[in-house]
């Protein structure tokens, strides 16, 4: 498979994955004089972490760029994070007065990235009062170490589990690399590792050994998000140049942009908004042709529009009422997918169309399906409800159906945004903290 750098220089390929350039002082400042600071504001509703948005933009425009970042960080301690790569459009951005009178929102999410990267090397958090109990983290993506940090502030110890080399999750391995880099993530979880997070890598937890975790530790918060992209079920997933989507994007992530494998003709299966980083990372590393090919029509699509709105800007072409029958190999490697046409009948039903198949070159396929549950931890913890591949933990505690054990993020909702994730963390750190100081009290009781 050839590589970018075959087709780009590391100049270009460089700029082609750059971020979106910060807000300017002036610029700033003009964007926060915008803010109408509303009561009970939408905004602040609308995002899962409950940002105080508008307290932030009011301290940004008085200058106070590190009380701005204190605001955001005490809610959200990856604001960094999530000001490059949540969909604000359809979040605080989407809930804004302003997008109403004056035909825009307020920038929230570049005025929250200028706050935060402002803050860089500025510690704002402690430990609290040393607590005696100890918790186990499985899992180092944005739901455990969010978990982490508000338990470190609560004065319990914390132990976080990570099976890979890297932490952070799908924000290291599963985001496009033109939304958030590597090392920018990486250097925001040192800061929050700093509060004094114990971080094991290359540490992984088989459900056998985490029921050693209950029997070793006070409370256990399962982080560990979902498995493989789900199989498209047809002849030829297992020739060279059919890749499942996360390891497509990790690539750009982990590697060098010039090492990265990228076909000539690619071709993107599914609709989604992993289909579209996919995509626009395809012909951002040069890919000359790239198709997303999806069963049902434009309308259906499950994409954010302001993300399918950025793969057709960088070229993206889009094949409507496309179902995959086969991936047509020669020699051992893909050199294209067959599909037939589909329509959707009175009642909505999806059909397949006789005698419509046709095939479009590619010499990469990419599956972007949505990923599977991990059903291995679902069977092998008896008691453990689960639902639809979901594990099912209290909204308000993120307590499971197993006394000391709690979870968060995408083994919860099967995909979700890093701010679910998240608010997971915070959700289940306030019950985890709840249990012991129950515990501690009842402890103290029968002394």
């Not at 989407?94 to 999410?109: F, H, Q």
């Not at 940090?149 to 914390?158: K, M, Q, S, Y």
């Not at 479009?360 to 409800?385: H, I, Y």
Request: hydrophobic share 40%; charged share 25%; with cysteine.
């Amino acid at each position: 498979m050839p590589r970018a750098g075959e087709r780009r220089s590391p100049e270009e390929l460089a700029r082609n994955f750059a971020e979106a350039p910060p807000l300017g002082p002036s610029e700033a400042l003009f964007e926060a004089s915008r803010c109408l600071y509303c009561f009970d504001a939408p905004c602040t509703r609308a995002c899962p972490t409950g940002i105080d948005v508008p307290r932030f933009i009011r301290q940004l425009l008085h200058r106070d760029e590190i009380g701005a970042a204190k605001t955001i960080l005490g809610a959200n301690i990856f604001g960094g994070s999530c000001a490059r790569a949540c969909p604000t459009e359809v979040l605080c951005e989407g809930a804004c007065v302003d997008r109403l009178l004056s035909g825009g929102p307020i920038p929230i999410g570049r005025l929250q990235r200028l706050a935060c990267d402002s803050a860089e090397g500025v510690s704002f958090f402690e430990p609290g009062p040393p607590t005696g109990k100890k918790v186990a983290i499985v899992g180092a993506g944005p739901a455990g170490l969010s978990c982490a940090h508000e338990l470190r502030r609560l004065g319990h110890d914390v132990t976080v589990f990570e099976g890979r080399s890297l932490p952070g999750g799908l924000d290291t391995h599963g985001v496009a690399a033109y939304k958030l880099s590597t090392d920018f993530v990486l250097a925001e979880i040192e800061r929050i590792c700093a509060i004094g997070i114990d971080l094991r890598l290359n540490h992984p937890v088989t459900p056998a050994g985490l029921r050693e975790l209950l029997n070793e530790f006070d409370s256990v918060f399962l982080g560990i998000g979902l498995g493989r992209t789900l199989p498209l079920g047809i002849e030829g997933e297992d020739l060279a140049g059919v890749w499942e989507s996360l390891d497509f994007i990790d690539q750009t992530r982990v590697r060098p942009f010039e090492e990265c494998e990228v076909g000539r003709e690619v071709i993107v299966i599914g609709g989604g908004n992993t289909a579209i980083d996919v995509a626009t990372a395809a012909r951002r590393l040069g890919a000359e042709k790239v198709t997303i090919a999806y069963r049902r029509d434009e309308a259906s699509m499950p994409a954010f529009a302001f993300e399918y709105d950025l793969a057709k800007g960088d070229g993206v072409r889009f094949e409507w009422f496309a179902a995959p029958l086969r991936i047509v190999g020669e020699d051992g490697a893909a050199r294209g997918v067959e599909f037939a046409r589909t329509r959707l009948d009175e009642s909505g039903q999806l059909q397949m169309i006789p005698e419509s198949n046709f095939i479009l070159p590619a010499d990469m396929v990419v599956k972007a399906l949505g990923q599977g549950p991990l059903v291995e931890w679902l069977e092998a913890l008896p008691g453990l409800e689960h639902r639809a591949g979901r594990i099912v933990a209290e909204a308000t505690t993120g307590a499971t159906s197993i006394a000391g054990l709690f979870a968060g993020g995408d083994c919860l909702r099967k995909g979700g945004e890093v701010v679910d994730a998240v608010q997971d963390g915070k959700v289940a750190a306030k019950g985890i903290d709840a249990r012991l100081k129950a515990r501690m009290g009842r402890a103290s009781d029968s002394q």
